[in-house]
């Protein structure tokens, strides 16, 4: 079973915020909610994770809500650059197990 | 430099042969990861490792065999069994659970079975 649920697709106009959705309804109160993001066919890249408590760093914010059952990745200011395959990640506190699944598609335009 | 090399980058093989993959690490990570990716779809995992001598199977290990027999290196082996093996393959690596962003991945190998 998918552990996380995202919108295939998401469009957003450059220089908007980009909102991406994640439903993570079972997540467990020892598990991590990470993104990363892949452009074109290059391995995807860390972004932001965090446990319950909401996150900012450089590239993003990460909104958790709070019964952890569904998390937004705001990217605050979308580039051209930022079009790529953008994934939401549950993590077991005690497994390195690292599924991606199929992630959403955000495409910025000009 | 630190990294993660797989190799070949592109490989084509003939319908029915194995083929392996390479992937070496020298940061001295004790997680290792393969992962395929169809065009336009997103990664699924075939194997992973935790530690030397171990491996779990992912979502897709049926057609697909690994070994870890040094902390630096993780191949895949494509079988025969695979049925439709023509893909894109991602090798990754994994240190401490608390920085999540350790993760490495290769450049990634192209197969193509003709």
């Not at chain 1, 909401?54 to 051209?80: F, G, Q, V, W, Y």
């Not at chain 2, 003939?14 to 169809?38: F, I, P």
Request: overall charge neutral; some cysteine.
């Amino acid at each position: 079973d998918a552990k996380t649920t995202q919108p295939p697709s998401m469009d957003c106009a450059e220089g908007r915020a980009a909102n991406l959705p994640c439903n993570h309804s079972t997540i467990s109160g020892n598990e991590y909610v990470y993104w990363y993001r892949q452009i074109h066919s290059q391995g995807p890249q860390y972004i932001i994770h965090g446990l319950k408590n909401n996150e900012t760093n450089e590239m993003a914010s990460l909104i958790i809500t709070e019964d952890r059952k569904s998390s937004t990745l705001i990217l605050p200011h979308a580039t051209l650059r930022d079009t790529a395959v953008y994934y939401c990640i549950v993590r077991l506190y005690n497994n390195n197990d690292m599924r991606f699944g199929a992630g959403t598609r955000l495409t910025v335009k000009p | 430099d630190g990294g993660i090399t797989q190799s070949p980058k592109y490989l084509f093989r003939k319908e029915g042969q194995n083929v392996t993959l390479s992937c070496e690490q020298n940061l001295n990570h004790d997680a290792m990861y393969w992962y395929r990716q169809d065009p336009g779809q997103g990664l699924r995992l075939i194997y992973y490792s935790q530690i030397v001598n171990d491996f779990q199977k992912g979502d897709i290990a049926e057609g697909y065999s690994v070994s870890r027999e040094k902390k630096e290196s993780f191949p895949l082996t494509v079988t025969s069994a695979q049925k439709n093996p023509t893909a894109f393959y991602l090798c990754a690596s994994m240190g401490q659970f608390f920085s999540g962003n350790t993760i490495y991945f290769g450049e990634g190998s192209w197969l193509t079975v003709v």
